[in-house]
């Protein structure tokens, strides 16, 4: 009952500026129909730059567009601490009215809670309320640098579950394995990876795939991969007015025709059992005790089978554990076993992973350590794929202790601290001036005291030291110290050592 609607999702952490001039006239779109909802970062932590260049991303994108009840909607949410509506999608119905109204949008700052603004869209805005179709299509475009303050899997799931085709473009400081789960199937055609500055680059690949999307009644497929695509389609029939017939063979032999079918609420199933790299010519015969409906038929070419795993990543390295991630999981995988043990030894465990899963944590490791991790994907046909990586984890104890000063003088301090474990390489001291430029000094592992000069007599400055070691980041210790106020500076008197 749910049909397909366009939600542009654009989770803004870094962008927006001068566009790039489109040369020449924009081509209108033909035959689209969907509601487009662009759900913007207006938290505080996105500058007035990056701001603007979302804004002027969005209305390129747009511009082809054809708007109106019959045509293309769209409609603006804000991902802040609360989510607000900009404007709902029956508001705008031409193109000069949708360009003024983006390029018009104002920053509201709060904080980045983007599962709460993909809650709201799926209980608030696909509502007739808020100007929504119910038999439109759906689809998810989020542009995004990976950063939220809360929870996106869940709710971005919720609205794949109505039939949301979802595309992700990241800025490039994103996940990969998170995103490429959030992202319609596959990643090669709905995730894109690209600089803030260079996303008009992706604005026409990015519309066609959207438009593709959205080409109005018409049987459809997505969710393509190398044994099942998903049929979309628009509302023809109700439960009791008739039911579907859903038939699918590959091209030239209709011997292996299957038939399959479905009650007259459908408008989209998933199909699945299916050989890769096949063409599958599909038909739905629409069977109304009403009237006659013509049949609709598409044509479906499934991916190349999905090897895993393609990549294997180590993440939260810790004195005695690490993260162990790999891609992609399709379903052939029955499950995945994860072999590691420490370099140079023989010793190895042995850890099973359900097929489903994409990650696991490897506990009870030496601290200081390097690893040799290999993920095999058990197939359930029986073959086998490895990949192995190496995991380094962290050195124990790796944080300065006890940061203490000494008083030297109107503009002078020491610094000292006790010495960090571990096989340390070097201490960076750095000191943040209330007033001037910042410190910034590198010392050996034997030195542990530093004199810090110049320093504004009545100032407070920040004093930070941070261990360095060979494989981790070291932890810094901050202290604050106040220099003595000019009153007692001008009485001061430096009393020499006996």
Wanted: hydrophobic share 35%.
């Amino acid at each position: 009952m749910y049909a397909r609607i366009l939600v542009l999702f654009l989770s803004l952490h870094g962008l927006l500026g001068q566009s790039i001039p489109h040369r020449g006239p924009y081509p209108s779109v033909p035959d689209v129909e969907g509601d487009l909802l662009f759900l913007l970062d207006s938290s505080g932590s996105v500058s007035y730059y990056e701001f603007s260049r979302v804004k002027e991303f969005i209305a390129d994108l747009l511009r082809p567009f054809t708007f109106g009840p019959h045509d293309v909607q769209t409609s603006v949410v804000h991902i802040s601490t609360t989510p607000t509506m900009e404007f709902p999608f029956d508001r705008y119905l031409s193109s000069r009215a949708v360009q003024h109204a983006v390029r018009g949008i104002q920053q509201v700052m709060g904080d980045t809670n983007t599962g709460k603004a993909l809650s709201f869209a799926k209980e608030k805005l696909f509502t007739g309320e808020a100007g929504a179709r119910p038999n439109v299509p759906k689809a998810l475009v989020w542009v995004t640098d990976g950063f939220s303050t809360d929870d996106v899997s869940r709710p971005m799931q919720a609205l794949k579950d109505l039939g949301v085709t979802v595309f992700i473009v990241s800025t490039g400081r994103g996940n990969y394995l998170e995103l490429s789960a959030a992202a319609s199937q596959p990643p090669e055609k709905h995730l894109h990876f690209v600089d803030v500055d260079d996303l008009p680059i992706i604005i026409k690949e990015l519309r066609d795939s959207v438009t593709d999307v959205i080409q109005a009644k018409r049987l459809r497929a997505t969710e393509i991969s190398s044994d099942s695509f998903r049929l979309v389609w628009p509302k023809l029939l109700a439960r009791n007015t008739g039911y579907y017939v859903l038939e699918y063979a590959p091209t030239g032999e209709p011997r292996r025709k299957l038939t399959k079918q479905l009650t007259g609420d459908h408008t989209t199933v998933l199909v699945g059992g299916l050989m890769p790299q096949t063409t599958y010519e599909v038909a739905l015969v629409p069977e109304s005790n009403e009237r006659y409906i013509p049949p609709q038929t598409t044509r479906v070419t499934t991916l190349e089978e999905v090897i895993s795993p393609a990549r294997v990543l180590i993440s939260e390295s810790k004195p005695h554990s690490v993260r162990v991630s790999w891609s992609p999981t399709p379903e052939s995988v029955a499950s995945y076993q994860v072999l590691y043990g420490p370099l140079p030894a023989n010793s190895v465990k042995l850890l099973v992973v359900d097929g489903s899963r994409n990650s696991t944590v490897l506990e009870n490791l030496a601290a200081n350590s390097t690893y040799l991790v290999t993920v095999s994907a058990i197939y359930k046909s029986g073959k086998e794929r490895a990949l192995s990586a190496k995991a380094c984890t962290q050195e124990e104890n790796s944080k300065v202790k006890h940061l203490r000063f000494e008083d030297l003088g109107p503009h002078t301090l020491k610094a000292s601290w006790d010495p960090a474990d571990g096989d340390v390489l070097g201490y960076r001291v750095r000191c943040r001036r209330q007033a001037g430029p910042s410190n910034l000094l590198s010392v050996s592992p034997q030195i542990h005291s530093v004199l810090l000069s110049n320093l504004t007599a009545g100032s407070t400055n920040k004093v930070c030291v941070k261990p360095v070691y060979k494989n981790l980041p070291g932890k810094g210790l901050c202290r604050m110290v106040r220099m003595q106020p000019a009153s007692q500076v001008r009485s001061y008197r430096h009393r020499p050592r006996a």
